[in-house]
């Protein structure tokens, strides 16, 4: 069956990094854009990274731009989330969404926790 699994959460200080991971399996997934969301404590889920099937193309929201990056292994069927110079403002439940590239199936995650904390 489908799954995105995510990994990589946990407690960092301010100023740390962190690197999650989202292992892929039932389907082909290198047919599917992949994204980062994350949702804060009474706060809608917000979009933070997205990376096109083949890895080419990505885009970030303003708030983790020069701080995050996005990226892809297609051979592995995972996408990765590097997070550096975390602020606790980043804390938040972050969530993998894979999106097939002609709009057909899409799918979530369970979620992984990052808090940014001293």
């Known amino acids: 069956q489908v799954q995105l699994v995510e990994s990589g959460g946990g407690l960092v200080q301010p100023g740390g990094s962190l690197r999650l991971s989202c292992a892929a399996s039932g389907f082909t997934f290198s047919d599917y854009a992949m994204s980062w969301y994350r949702q804060a404590p009474g706060k809608e889920r917000e979009l933070v990274a997205?990376?096109?099937?083949?890895?080419?193309?990505?885009?970030?929201?303003?708030?983790?731009?020069?701080?995050?990056?996005?990226?892809?292994?297609?051979?592995?069927?995972?996408?990765?989330?590097?997070?550096?110079?975390?602020?606790?403002?980043?804390?938040?439940?972050?969530?993998?969404?894979?999106?097939?590239?002609?709009?057909?199936?899409?799918?979530?995650?369970?979620?992984?926790?990052?808090?940014v904390s001293s």
């Open 50 to 115: 997205a990376i096109s099937s083949g890895g080419s193309s990505t885009n970030y929201a303003d708030s983790v731009k020069g701080r995050f990056t996005i990226s892809r292994d297609n051979a592995k069927n995972t996408a990765y989330l590097q997070m550096n110079s975390l602020k606790p403002e980043d804390t938040a439940i972050y969530y993998c969404y894979g999106k097939s590239r002609w709009g057909t199936d899409a799918y979530w995650g369970q979620g992984t926790q990052v808090t």
